[in-house]
């Protein structure tokens, strides 16, 4: 495993600060490239090359955020993230070479919360990092200053306090990212959102690009709530459907 860790070194003050990212990562340019991105937005950083090393270092050294590659040798990241998760919760930033919706969703169902497809630019790749870390805070907050009361949908229900979901009583385990997505979408019912719109809400991201996150999200939403449940408008977004009053 190659380790390089630094401080914030002379960097103005960023929401970045003092924020450890694992980058997991076998090219070395490219590893090396993302690391000097991310210390210069002020995030402490350490690097692994391969599924192992990536497993250990993150029990050993608790990041706050994963950016890690899907093709890794020893095991591939997907598997590196099932096993993460399994140690305790964190965000995951999923990097891919392949523009497989598949790989995506087996992506997102293994705990990722977002995913970028080789080739990406470095200032998109660090500002999904800071939206995600935003998301962390806020959901911190929203534990401490929790929503009052469950919202109910049919059979469908949200539990704002303990950022749970049941579908006909039983619990369904949706991702911090999935969660967010439900929640927009039910504080609108049968309202259209377009996928620029869930993007701005939900990941704080203004650049249309993103557009295939939202997509895919959706449809590892759908798999685990209904699909019946969000109802596609061509060319527009997409909308929560409830029973008629």
């Given at each position: 495993?190659?380790?390089?860790?630094?401080?914030?070194?002379?960097?103005?003050?960023?929401?970045?600060?003092?924020?450890?990212?694992?980058?997991?990562?076998?090219?070395?340019?490219?590893?090396?490239?993302?690391?000097?991105?991310?210390?210069?937005?002020?995030?402490?950083?350490?690097?692994?090359?391969?599924?192992?090393?990536?497993?250990?270092?993150?029990?050993?050294?608790?990041?706050?955020?994963?950016?890690?590659?899907?093709?890794?040798?020893?095991?591939?990241?997907?598997?590196?993230?099932?096993?993460?998760?399994?140690?305790?919760?964190?965000?995951?930033?999923?990097?891919?070479?392949?523009?497989?919706?598949?790989?995506?969703?087996?992506?997102?169902?293994?705990?990722?919360?977002?995913?970028?497809?080789?080739?990406?630019?470095?200032?998109?790749?660090?500002?999904?990092?800071?939206?995600?870390?935003?998301?962390?805070?806020?959901?911190?907050?929203?534990?401490?200053?929790?929503?009052?009361?469950?919202?109910?949908?049919?059979?469908?229900?949200?539990?704002?306090?303990?950022?749970?979901?049941?579908?006909?009583?039983?619990?369904?385990?949706?991702?911090?990212?999935?969660?967010?997505?439900?929640?927009?979408?039910?504080?609108?019912?049968?309202a259209v959102l377009s996928r620029e719109q869930l993007l701005a809400e939900v990941w704080d991201w203004a650049d249309a690009s993103g557009?295939?996150?939202?997509?895919?999200?959706?449809?590892?939403?759908?798999?685990?709530?209904?699909?019946?449940?969000?109802?596609?408008?061509?060319?527009?977004?997409?909308?929560?459907?409830?029973?008629?009053?």
């Amino acid at each position: 495993m190659e380790q390089t860790h630094t401080s914030h070194n002379g960097v103005a003050a960023t929401p970045g600060a003092q924020r450890r990212v694992l980058v997991v990562e076998d090219d070395a340019t490219i590893v090396d490239a993302i690391a000097a991105r991310l210390r210069a937005e002020g995030f402490v950083v350490q690097t692994a090359l391969d599924g192992p090393a990536a497993v250990d270092a993150a029990e050993a050294w608790q990041p706050d955020l994963m950016v890690l590659d899907v093709m890794l040798p020893g095991f591939d990241g997907l598997e590196v993230c099932r096993r993460v998760q399994a140690q305790r919760p964190v965000p995951v930033l999923m990097l891919t070479a392949r523009d497989d919706e598949t790989d995506m969703l087996v992506g997102l169902g293994v705990g990722a919360d977002d995913y970028m497809t080789k080739p990406f630019s470095m200032r998109e790749l660090a500002a999904r990092v800071h939206v995600l870390l935003r998301r962390v805070e806020r959901a911190a907050l929203a534990a401490v200053t929790p929503r009052s009361g469950i919202l109910r949908l049919g059979e469908l229900e949200i539990d704002h306090a303990q950022r749970r979901v049941r579908v006909r009583g039983d619990d369904v385990h949706l991702t911090p990212t999935e969660f967010d997505l439900l929640v927009c979408l039910a504080n609108t019912p049968r309202a259209v959102l377009s996928r620029e719109q869930l993007l701005a809400e939900v990941w704080d991201w203004a650049d249309a690009s993103g557009t295939r996150t939202v997509d895919s999200h959706i449809k590892a939403l759908r798999r685990k709530i209904g699909a019946e449940r969000i109802r596609t408008v061509h060319g527009v977004g997409y909308a929560l459907e409830t029973p008629a009053p």
